[in-house]
């Protein structure tokens, strides 16, 4: 016997169609009908009519769709996986460095499985947590993932369920934690049929519908979104959620969604035994989100900082164009800041929005590690207009100076895949709707949207074209080769630097300071009795680091180190200990 339930509060009838055979459901009075049927269990293929219509639709919290969104959705077998990680104790965000990949190209085969075999690899790196781009369900072939429409489902283009369920069981079998990447702000283009079942829209943004957190008949919407979360924290046993631009998230009620959300994340979490992390992709600028609900914040883990970002790209590339240019303009001032205050705008004149934007982070209250940095990731390589990396623009010796100051921080690092060894392979847009209509618009507006920015004449990369996605497959040779093989071996160390060094990895942003000459272009973070001192620009320079030199615990090229003074090669680091 199983219990097959939905809500559709508006509808007069409403069938369950369980392997051909149609049953008649009823409703309660919040608006769900639900029908036990004998004989139904894990395989069974089940779709519901609404009304008069004879079109099957899937099951909005459908765990399996194994023939696609669009197709009938299958009962799921939740304890058919036998999981070996009964030891693992959970991986808390303080202190760990954070590893982002797409599944579908992190690999030749795009699958679960071929990661698997990639994942000692992350393991020597040093890498603590695997933040993995969003695999629900979504139409067509291949995808960055963030056009899901059947949210409790993974796509069968990686592997399905059981397969995702391997792959966080191999991760914690290697001691690393597991973040995935949820998109809770709209639905993708195809194959969204919640409305006909529900009022689950309230309106909509720049990608598509979003979901009714506050309006009428908004409580089981709220539920649908919360109890997604929490399905992949407890089922799938995932350490942590990537919560997808949240500043989409339209909810005008007293406690907001991402609170409530904190609230039942921190109840699993006693109840599971292990760390369970919220971080957010926010562009608010807005360190109440990273508050303790005991501070008044909403009390999630950590967000992404896209103002450490864009300082330090900036600085290292010279761009200035768009949302660079404020950053630009304030140099290694600004990166100075950006270090010692998470946010460059904080309350302060945005250029490129045209208003005030953000507010000042409390920094004796709000530790570092609450805020993520990176030198690249998925937007900001793949929104850029061929998907080019910093490898493109960056000399090697650069992109160690850019790992150092990164791993040097008082903020949680992250990579993007193929980052440790300078991938030069681009990462690029890529979709595939099975609806020409649909792929030409979203093609038509890929280009518009990039001359928008200022990219010119540039050739954008066709998203439906299957080279622009092979394209993007990580090329696992490259870490072999020089110069790859070097930085390779400079972010392991540098990661086993952190590791070791309890000075970089002390998150309190009031501890930080940091020397800068524009003129030379050197950066020297302070991190107690440990300097990371980056020369920048094209000579050597001689630096005082107003203490004696101890020892040279790393560096990128040959460094000469006497009394108080350091000398660098031009595009090179240094990590020493002070007396």
Not at 262 to 271: C, Q
Not at 486 to 497: D, K, P
């Amino acid at each position: 016997m199983t219990d097959f339930e939905v809500w559709a509060p508006h509808r007069n009838q409403v069938r369950v169609l369980v392997d051909g055979t149609t049953h008649s459901m009823t409703r309660d009075g919040a608006g769900w009908w639900r029908a036990d049927v004998e004989g139904a269990g894990p395989g069974t293929a089940y779709a519901f009519l609404l009304d008069d219509d004879e079109t099957p639709l899937p099951d909005p919290r459908s765990r399996w769709q194994p023939t696609g969104v669009h197709g009938a959705s299958r009962l799921y077998d939740e304890g058919a996986h036998r999981w070996q990680d009964r030891m693992w104790t959970g991986r808390a965000l303080p202190g760990a460095v954070l590893y982002e990949l797409h599944i579908g190209t992190f690999t030749g085969e795009g699958t679960f499985d071929s990661a698997i075999g990639k994942l000692d690899h992350l393991a020597a790196l040093g890498v603590d947590m695997v933040e993995v781009l969003p695999v629900n369900a979504v139409d067509g072939p291949r995808n960055w993932g963030y056009d899901g429409v059947g949210w409790y489902a993974v796509t069968e283009n990686y592997g399905g369920p059981d397969a995702f369920k391997r792959f966080v069981d191999a991760c914690h079998l290697r001691g690393m934690g597991v973040v995935l990447d949820v998109v809770y702000n709209h639905l993708g283009p195809s194959g969204a049929y919640l409305d006909r079942f529900a009022p689950y829209f309230s309106g909509s943004n720049i990608w598509g519908p979003s979901v009714n957190l506050d309006k009428a008949h908004s409580e089981p919407v709220r539920r649908y979104v919360i109890e997604n979360a929490l399905m992949w924290l407890r089922d799938f046993h995932v350490d942590g959620l990537r919560l997808d631009a949240v500043h989409a998230l339209h909810d005008e009620r007293a406690t907001h969604v991402l609170e409530q959300l904190a609230i039942e994340v921190e109840a699993l979490a006693t109840h599971v035994g292990r760390p369970l992390s919220l971080i957010a992709e926010s562009d608010l600028n807005d360190a109440r989100l990273v508050t303790a609900r005991e501070g008044g914040g909403y009390g999630l883990h950590a967000q992404w900082c896209d103002d450490i970002h864009h300082s330090l790209h900036s600085t290292l590339t010279g761009e200035g164009q768009g949302y660079y240019a404020d950053f630009a303009t304030a140099g290694l001032t600004g990166l100075a800041h950006v270090f010692t205050r998470a946010f460059l705008h904080e309350g302060t004149w945005s250029s490129f929005r045209q208003r005030l934007h953000g507010a000042p982070v409390d920094t004796r209250r709000v530790p570092g590690h609450r805020f993520l940095a990176y030198l690249q990731n998925h937007d900001q390589i793949g929104n850029r207009a061929t998907g080019d990396r910093l490898t493109q623009t960056l000399s090697p010796g650069l992109l160690a100076c850019g790992a150092a100051l990164l791993f040097g921080s008082p903020f949680t690092p992250m990579l993007f895949m193929g980052e440790e060894w300078g991938a030069r392979t681009p990462w690029q847009f890529f979709s595939h709707f099975p609806d020409p209509a649909l792929r030409e618009a979203v093609r038509k507006g890929r280009t518009a949207e990039f001359a928008e920015h200022g990219w010119g004449d540039v050739e954008v990369p066709d998203p439906n074209a299957e080279s622009t996605f092979t394209d993007s497959e990580l090329d696992w040779d490259e870490q072999l080769q020089e110069p790859h093989a070097t930085l390779l071996q400079v972010h392991r160390q540098l990661i086993a630097l952190r590791r070791e060094h309890a000075e970089l990895s002390d998150p309190w942003l009031d501890e930080v300071e940091v020397d800068i000459d524009e003129t030379a272009r050197t950066v020297v973070l302070h991190r107690g009795r440990l300097r990371v001192a980056c020369n920048l620009g094209p000579d050597p320079v001689t630096l005082s680091l107003n203490a004696s030199v101890g020892r040279i615990l790393l560096a990128s090229e040959p460094v000469e180190g006497q009394d108080g003074a350091l000398t660098l090669r031009p595009e090179s680091f240094a990590v020493v200990q002070v007396g």
